[in-house]
């Protein structure tokens, strides 16, 4: 080996094709700091190796964060937790350690529109993605469609083996919009094919009573509500709409 500079060319070419960015952009600062400190050459491998690890999980989290497509201003911090009674607290504490997902449970949340469900859903995905899980936001209404169109292209299946990847998937509002029996089909097939594979989160304004609005027939209704509740936490948001609540609040601060 030549001169240090090409050495360092050399080196640098290295980490090039091994992908390790960070390695190539830190290795000599991190050299003169080893020097000043007297660490050991293992020492040194560590530091950098560490920190590698460290960027790329950075880096993942933020791809996933990006590819969940969930509203990322709905977090944790921004939600009021002192509305929730303590049960629903102890479930929210739960469901925040994530092993549920590992275990391929449900999360349901039910309550009027207004009263925090897709606020304190989303926020706990947020937190699931941060610990190293995969979770995918999508409006009921829109995964539906978005499922009817693969189904017309022959691609369901593959579409929903696409979405065997998340550890989750957050479906927003069901029940919302009613759905036409090709549309409710294909609902069913995407829960039916992740019932013990993967989790599901929903949302939804309308008890299980009203479910049949959504799958039609009674039996259906009564399968996919089976499977959903057979391992699940079930969040009863009965709170006030919070949006009604806080204009309340600023009139009455306005008219103090
Ligand atoms: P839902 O899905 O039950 O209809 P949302 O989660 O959309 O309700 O909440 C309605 C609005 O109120 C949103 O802007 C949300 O951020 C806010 N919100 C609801 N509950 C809380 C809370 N406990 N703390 C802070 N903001 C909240
Ligand atoms: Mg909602």
Request: net charge positive; hydrophobic share 35%; with cysteine.
């Amino acid at each position: 080996m030549g001169s240090l500079s090409d050495l360092n060319t050399g080196l640098q070419n290295y980490l090039k094709e091994l992908h390790l960015p960070t390695i190539r952009s830190l290795y000599e600062t991190y050299a003169t700091q080893a020097q000043q400190e007297s660490m050991s050459y293992e020492q040194y491998l560590y530091e950098l190796s560490a920190k590698e690890c460290e960027v790329r999980s950075q880096n993942r989290i933020e791809r996933w964060r990006r590819e969940s497509k969930l509203p990322l201003e709905k977090t944790l911090d921004t939600f009021d937790r002192s509305r929730l009674s303590r049960k629903l607290n102890q479930q929210v504490n739960t469901l925040l350690k994530g092993t549920f997902l590992e275990k391929a449970e449900n999360a349901l949340a039910f309550g009027n529109p207004g009263s925090g469900k897709t606020h304190l859903l989303s926020a706990i995905a947020q937190e699931l993605i941060r610990q190293g899980h995969r979770v995918y936001f999508r409006s009921c209404d829109l995964l539906v469609q978005d499922l009817l169109v693969a189904k017309q292209e022959l691609r369901l299946s593959r579409v929903i083996k696409n979405l065997s990847k998340f550890d989750a998937i957050l479906l927003d509002d069901i029940g919302y919009v009613q759905h036409n029996r090709d549309e409710m089909e294909v609902l069913f097939t995407l829960l039916a094919e992740r019932y013990e594979r993967g989790s599901v989160m929903i949302t939804s304004n309308l008890a299980f009573s009203q479910w049949e609005r959504i799958f039609k027939d009674p039996m259906t209704t009564a399968a996919v509500i089976d499977r959903l509740v057979h391992h699940s936490v079930i969040l009863e948001l009965n709170l006030p709409s919070y949006r009604m609540q806080s204009a309340k609040q600023k009139k009455t601060q306005k008219n103090d």
